[in-house]
């Protein structure tokens, strides 16, 4: 069973940084996409960063020149480093990944969230 681990998240002031990680176990051979997404209190969950296997990224207006997404195909990880935190970056950020093979293939699966807080 493939599971994504998420793992970074906190409290920071704003202008902080944090840098959030998600690890998928299980038995993996590729993943084509792995993102982050974050759903604010109150707020539909809204896509913040993607990045393929070939390391193509996409993200958000709201977050261009402040987050970076990076993975590491041969960890099955992927990470996004927040810098120049706001408050209204505060919610609950989930780790997505898109298109796994392993023993079977899933077209999503979804990590658990971890909650970021950032105070004015």
């Known amino acids: 069973q493939v599971q994504l681990v998420e793992s970074g998240g906190g409290q920071v002031q704003a202008g902080g940084s944090l840098r959030l990680s998600c690890a998928a176990s299980?038995?993996?051979?590729?993943?084509?996409?792995m993102g982050w997404y974050r759903q604010a209190p109150g707020k539909q969950r809204e896509l913040v960063a993607g990045?393929?296997?070939?390391?193509?990224?996409g993200y958000a207006d709201s977050v261009k020149g402040r987050f970076t997404i990076s993975r590491d195909n041969a960890k099955n990880t992927v990470y996004l480093q927040m810098n120049s935190l706001k408050p209204e970056d505060t919610a609950v950020y989930y780790c997505?990944?898109?298109?796994?093979?392993?023993?079977?293939?899933?077209?999503?699966?979804w990590g658990q969230g971890t909650l970021v807080t950032v105070s004015s």
């Open positions: 997505n990944a898109e298109g796994v093979v392993g023993y079977r293939y899933l077209e999503e699966v």
């Open positions: 299980g038995m993996i051979f590729s993943i084509n996409v």
């Open positions: 990045i393929t296997s070939s390391g193509t990224t």
